[in-house]
């Protein structure tokens, strides 16, 4: 195995609940809240019981059995999302971060729940070194945390989904979307002061106290990034969730395949955020 990587085989670590409780503590702070053993791991939340209260409105996107799928959960956190696909019985489940402190929540949580999980510390950007696509591939709550976003859409497209993808964003501004044409006059201006039209708002310090926040879309605008990626949306089940296929790329493929070759080439110097 590389190294920063690691597996659970399956079988649920026996520890008790005062083990539990003491390895939790260790471990945290946890942004996933997750019952293990019958210990929360973080049942002060600030967005509730999160993300059970995410996941119960968009669970019905993913089969109830995942036979035979492969999935890839990027950004997996503490693990939550791939222990519920473990859970729904998928074959292997591929959890990334890029982040040792989460991963190793995660592998914790996987070994208590007794979920068989392939962990790897890897960068959405490294994506590429797992030389693997999967049937579904997991993208939530990541995309905000990236300074160069699009780059990260374009390689899960080429490097990691073999058909789904479910992704999920933050999403601030208008909710609106604009009929957006696909060319206008350099005199156009109007155009960009419709609330529908897609953006991106860039932090440059923090938000929410998290300096780890850089791009934030609106909803238009993490549409027609998925698009523009050459995801087909198939669902919107809620606010900030997407269940998308993969499909064919709206941009020119040659130029932009030349574009992410020349991006792929700086992620060795140290694109990591
Ligand atoms: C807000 S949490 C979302 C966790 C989980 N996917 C969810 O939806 O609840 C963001 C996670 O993305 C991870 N992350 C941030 N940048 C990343 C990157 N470049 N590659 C992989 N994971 C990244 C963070 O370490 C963190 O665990």
């Known amino acids: 195995m590389r190294a920063g990587s690691s597996r659970t085989n399956g079988e649920a670590r026996k520890l008790t609940p005062r ?12 942004f996933h809240n997750m019952n293990l053993g019958g210990i929360q791991t973080a049942p002060d939340h600030f967005l509730g019981d999160y993300p059970m209260v995410k996941w119960t409105r968009f669970s019905h996107l993913v ?12 950004g997996c956190n503490g693990g939550f999302y791939s222990i519920e696909m473990k859970r729904r019985g998928a074959d292997r489940i591929i959890s990334v971060d890029s982040d040792p402190f989460y991963l190793k929540q995660a592998q914790f949580a996987a070994e208590v729940s007794g979920a068989k999980i392939e962990f790897h510390c890897l960068s959405v950007y490294d994506l590429r070194q ?9 993208f ?9 976003p699009l780059l990260a859409l374009d390689l899960l497209y080429e490097h990691a ?6 992704f999920q964003s933050m999403l601030r501004g208008s909710d609106a979307v604009a009929a957006v044409d696909e060319d206008y006059p350099f005199a156009e201006r109007a155009i960009f002061q419709e609330p529908g039209f897609p953006c991106m708002y860039f932090v440059e310090h923090r938000y929410c106290g998290d300096p ?15 698009r523009s990626a050459g995801f087909e949306i198939l669902e919107h089940p809620e606010k900030e969730v997407y269940l998308c296929r993969k499909g064919r790329r709206a941009i020119d493929y040659g130029r932009s395949r030349d574009v992410l070759e020349r991006a792929e080439q700086l992620i060795p110097l140290g694109l990591r955020d």
Request: proline residues 5%.
């Open 19 to 30: 083990q539990i409780e003491r390895r939790i503590s260790q471990l945290g702070p946890w």
């Open 63 to 74: 089969p109830r059995d995942l036979k035979g799928m492969t999935v890839l959960d990027v």
């Open 130 to 138: 797992l030389n693997e696509r999967f049937d579904l591939v997991l």
């Open 140 to 148: 939530t709550g990541v995309l905000y945390h990236l300074r160069y």
């Open 161 to 166: 989904v073999r058909d789904k993808l479910i």
């Open 212 to 226: 780890t926040n850089w791009w934030i879309p609106n909803r238009a605008g993490a549409e027609a990034m998925l």
